[in-house]
């Protein structure tokens, strides 16, 4: 498969790339990279060997790493796409193996953990590490789900650090172009609070919905009636617990924030429905369609380089 890639971006080259977390958006990364032609050897290294095989068997790697160290040691491009929890361990077992041509991002939801963590683990070798997310989550999983085109006219937003050269933020953003992906730029501050707000919030709330139905007593029956819309609304639910429990946990200040803001909202609207306020109730559906309207028709467009 080819993927786009805009005629004014350098097509990057990488000798070894090295996929610590060999899933859903680790595998895309490598499928994306190889069918621009953009590596010769893609290695992988995770705690799921059934996972690392089918990722050999769909050819998304060329061969499995023993460790962390032995994926980096001869690689000049690391991408960690574990859970954010598991960061801490990757990047302190990476620093062993860290050379100073080699270059490191993430694909972590959350920014301000993963760079305490890098701190602490490379130390003065910080500059090598280029914190990343791609904007690419599906509810799916796993090697299995992987797809070269999966960052195609995506967004990936870059976090860059002082202490990071010039050259070395370009050549990673370069591998993400050439994946096909929009690159915008972030403070890990900013990024964690934005993202708290449109992708951690919604997806507790359709976590919280599906639990809570599923505790009722007339359960079957109401799943069983459930229909296109709370499938719509309930999708991303099916997406990986213990990726979703860990950005809770690393960004819990600015998502408790959320919830308690979109709580007032649910009282507000309870209220309405309570008092058989119609108008009202009308009024702010109306605002509510149009704002989705503009976003899907890209007037809200954040600017990407």
Same mark, same amino acid.
């Given at each position: ?30 499928? @994306? ?19 690392? =095989? ?21 690689? =000049? ?140 007593? =007339? ?17 991303? @639910? ?68």
């Amino acid at each position: 498969m080819n993927v786009a890639v805009p005629s004014t971006s350098p097509k990057p080259h990488f000798s070894q790339v090295a996929i610590i977390g060999v899933g859903l958006i680790g595998g895309s990364f490598a499928l @994306a990279l190889k069918a621009a032609g953009a590596c010769d050897t893609v290695v992988g290294v995770g705690r799921d060997r059934a996972n690392l =095989d089918v990722a050999l068997s769909r050819g998304i790697i060329d061969r499995v790493a023993s460790s962390i160290e032995e994926a980096v040691a001869q690689s =000049d491009l690391v991408l960690v796409a574990t859970p954010v929890a598991q960061f801490a361990h990757v990047f302190s077992s990476i620093a062993r193996a860290l050379s100073p041509q080699t270059l490191v991002t993430d694909a972590g939801s959350t920014k301000r953990d993963v760079v305490r963590a890098a701190r602490l683990a490379f130390g003065a070798q910080i500059g090598r590490f280029i914190p990343s997310h791609p904007i690419a989550g599906a509810e799916h999983s796993g090697a299995a789900a992987a797809r070269a085109d999966l960052y195609v006219s995506r967004r990936v937003v870059i976090s860059a650090l002082e202490e990071n050269a010039a050259a070395d933020v370009a050549r990673v953003e370069a591998a993400w172009r050439v994946c096909g992906a929009r690159i915008g730029h972030m403070r890990a501050e900013e990024h964690d609070a934005v993202f708290a707000a449109v992708s951690h919030l919604p997806h507790v709330l359709a976590f919280g919905l599906v639990e809570e139905f599923s505790t009722r007593a =007339d359960a079957a029956r109401l799943f069983g009636y459930a229909a296109g819309g709370f499938r719509d609304f309930t999708r991303i @639910a099916s997406s990986h617990p213990e990726m979703w429990r860990d950005i809770c946990l690393a960004n819990r200040d600015a998502i408790s924030a959320e919830l308690t803001r979109f709580g007032q909202t649910v009282a507000a609207l309870q209220a309405l429905v309570a008092a058989g306020d119609g108008a009202a109730l009308e009024a702010r559906f109306h605002a509510a369609r149009e704002a989705r309207n503009r976003w899907l028709a890209g007037d809200f467009d954040a600017s990407t380089d």
